[in-house]
C-alpha cells in the first residue's frame, strides 16, 4: 500500500513541477499544493525526502510558527493525514517539515499555506521580517560609515551600521559588502554567513567582521595620460589575497594612498573611468604585486588618447630665398597635391587642414614669380602625413637676368621719331607712348607688340615686324611699327 503511495506521489511531483531534493537532510513539500484550498477538514499531507530518515511536521495556524495545532515528530513515513478535530473550517493554515539522521537535523522545508473549506478563506498576510545589519572592530561593536548591499527578493544598499531594515518580504538574501568600514581596517567575514533565509517573523542578524592592521604596508595608486600625470575619477578594485580568501577593496580616484593593507599578494582591476576619450594601455609595474609587512607598493594606470587619422598640409614659396605669394603684378601660379585627398590650388602661401593620412607628393605645374624659374621643392616633393601631424612644402623660385624691349618706328621705310600708342605683352607688360622707345627690366619669355593710336599724320600701320619674339635672359629684342603716308603727295625737304 505505501510503495503504491509513494508511486502515486512521485507522479504528482511529476504534474505539478516539484523538484526532487538531492542532499539526505533536504524535504521538499507536496501536497496540499501552496496556496490551494482542501476537500476535507482531515487532509492528507506529503513530501519528499531521501534515505532513512524521520521528520518532524507542524501545523500552525499563523506563519511564524507560534500557535503550532499539529507537532508530530519521529515520522517515518513521507505522508501523514491529520486527525479529525483538529482543523476548523474556513482558516487558513501553515505547514512545514524537516528531516533527522544519525543525530543530525536540516533545515526547514519552506513553509506553505493550505485553506480549509467552507467559507471564502482570508488569504495569509504576506510574509515579510527584519534584517539587522552591524559591524564589529576586533571583535567590538563598531559605528560608521561602510558600504553594503541586501540581495534578495527585493534589494536594498546601506551606507552606515548599525542598520534594521523592516517589512522586507521573507525568502533568500545575501549580504555583500562594497567598501568603506573602520579606517586601515581589513574586512574578514560576515557572519553567521553571507547568504541568509529570512522567514515571517524572524529576523536576520548579520555581523561585518574587521580587524585593525598588523603592519603598516600601503599600497599607492596613480595614473598618467599620454605619459603625463594625470589626477580625476575612476573606478578600480584592489583585491588583497590572504589566508582567508580575496578581500576586496573597491576604489574611486587617483591618486590614492591605501595604508594599512595585509601583507601578500595585492592586485589592481581596472573597471571603468579615467581620463575622458582615452583608453587604458597598461598597469605598471604589473597589476599584481607582493607587498611586504611594513613596505608599499605602487600602481600606475597608464592611458592613452586614440590619435586622430588626420593631419595638415601647407605650402609656401620663396623667391631668391625671400618669401613670396601670388598678388596682382608678381604672378600666378599652378600646382597639385597627389596623394589620400588630391588637390589643385593657384595660391601661395596655402593650408589644407583635416587631411588623411598617407604618402603625399607635390607636382608644380606652371607660373609662380614673374621671370623667375622654379628651382626646387624643399625638402621633398613626396612626403608622408602622419596621424595628428603636418607636412610643408616650399616652392624655391629664383630670378633670371634681365632684358630689353626696343620699339622704334618707320614711315615709308625710313625711320621716323615721334608720339605712337602701343601696348608690350609677355611676361612684362607695358604700355609705349613715344618711339623709338626701350624697355629694360623685361622678364624673359615670349613677347609681342600692339598698336593703339597715333604715329605720323596722314599715316597708317602697315605691319608690325616681327610678330613676336623671345626675349633670353640678358638679352635684347626689337619691334618696328611700319606706316605708309596716304595724305597724297609727301611734303619734301624744305628748299632755301
Not at 22 to 34: G, M
Not at 173 to 192: D, E, K, M, V
Not at 212 to 236: C, D, E, H, I, R
Request: glycine letters at 12%.
Amino acid at each position: 500500500m505505501f510503495r503504491m503511495a509513494l508511486a502515486l506521489l512521485l507522479v504528482l511531483f511529476t504534474v505539478i513541477g516539484c523538484s526532487i531534493p538531492t542532499s539526505p537532510l533536504t524535504v521538499v513539500l507536496a501536497a496540499p499544493v501552496n496556496g490551494t484550498t482542501t476537500q476535507t477538514l482531515s487532509p492528507t499531507m506529503t513530501w519528499v525526502g531521501i534515505g532513512n530518515n524521520t521528520y518532524h511536521l507542524q501545523i500552525a495556524s499563523d506563519s511564524s510558527f507560534q500557535n503550532v495545532l499539529v507537532d508530530e515528530r519521529s515520522l517515518t513515513q513521507l505522508i501523514y493525514v491529520v486527525p479529525g478535530g483538529r482543523l476548523s473550517t474556513a482558516q487558513t493554515y501553515f505547514w512545514r517539515v524537516r528531516a533527522s539522521y544519525g543525530g543530525e537535523t536540516g533545515p526547514w522545508a519552506t513553509a506553505w499555506y493550505f485553506m480549509t473549506p467552507g467559507s471564502t478563506p482570508i488569504p495569509p498576510p504576506s510574509a515579510t521580517g527584519t534584517i539587522n545589519v552591524a559591524t564589529t572592530l576586533d571583535g567590538t561593536s563598531w559605528y560608521g560609515s561602510i558600504s553594503y548591499t541586501l540581495t534578495g527578493p527585493v534589494t536594498v544598499s546601506g551606507n552606515a551600521t548599525p542598520q534594521t531594515f523592516n517589512d522586507m518580504p521573507a525568502g533568500s538574501y545575501l549580504l555583500t559588502f562594497n567598501h568603506g568600514g573602520p579606517p586601515g581596517a581589513n574586512f574578514i567575514s560576515i557572519s553567521p554567513t553571507a547568504s541568509e533565509s529570512l522567514l515571517a517573523g524572524r529576523p536576520i542578524n548579520y555581523t561585518m567582521s574587521f580587524s585593525s592592521p598588523v603592519s603598516g604596508s600601503s599600497v599607492q595608486t596613480s595614473a598618467t595620460l599620454n605619459g603625463m600625470p594625470w589626477a580625476g575619477s575612476v573606478q578600480y578594485t584592489l583585491t588583497h589575497y590572504t589566508v582567508s580568501g580575496p578581500v576586496e577593496d573597491n576604489e574611486y580616484s587617483v591618486p590614492r594612498t591605501v595604508g594599512y593593507v595585509p601583507s601578500g599578494n595585492i592586485q589592481l582591476i581596472y573597471k571603468s573611468g579615467g581620463p575622458s576619450g582615452a583608453t587604458l594601455a597598461g598597469i605598471t609595474p604589473s597589476a599584481q604585486q607582493t607587498v611586504s609587512p611594513g613596505g608599499t607598493v605602487y600602481f600606475n594606470m597608464n592611458f592613452v588618447h586614440q590619435q586622430p587619422s588626420y593631419g595638415t598640409i601647407s605650402v609656401s614659396a620663396t623667391l631668391d630665398g625671400a618669401p613670396w605669394q601670388v598678388a596682382i603684378g608678381s604672378g600666378s601660379i599652378s600646382y597639385s597635391l597627389i596623394g589620400p585627398s588630391s588637390h589643385s590650388s593657384n595660391n601661395v602661401p596655402a593650408t589644407f587642414s583635416s587631411q588623411p593620412t598617407g604618402s603625399y607628393t607635390l607636382t608644380y605645374n606652371s607660373g609662380g614669380p614673374t621671370g623667375a624659374v622654379l628651382a626646387s621643392i624643399s625638402p621633398s616633393a613626396s612626403q608622408t602625413l602622419s596621424a595628428g601631424g603636418n607636412i610643408h612644402y616650399t616652392l624655391n623660385f629664383y630670378s633670371q637676368s634681365r632684358g630689353t624691349v626696343h620699339v622704334s618706328a618707320t614711315l615709308n621705310g625710313e625711320p621716323w621719331s615721334g608720339s605712337v600708342g602701343y601696348v608690350i605683352h609677355g611676361p612684362y607688360t607695358e604700355s609705349g607712348s613715344y618711339a623709338p622707345q626701350s624697355f629694360s627690366n623685361a622678364a624673359t619669355g615670349t613677347y609681342s607688340i600692339s598698336y593703339s593710336s597715333g604715329g605720323p599724320p596722314s599715316s597708317v600701320l602697315e605691319s608690325i615686324t616681327p610678330s613676336s619674339q623671345i626675349l633670353p635672359a640678358g638679352g635684347s629684342v626689337n619691334f618696328n611699327l611700319h606706316f605708309r603716308y596716304h595724305g597724297g603727295v609727301m611734303p619734301g625737304p624744305l628748299v632755301q
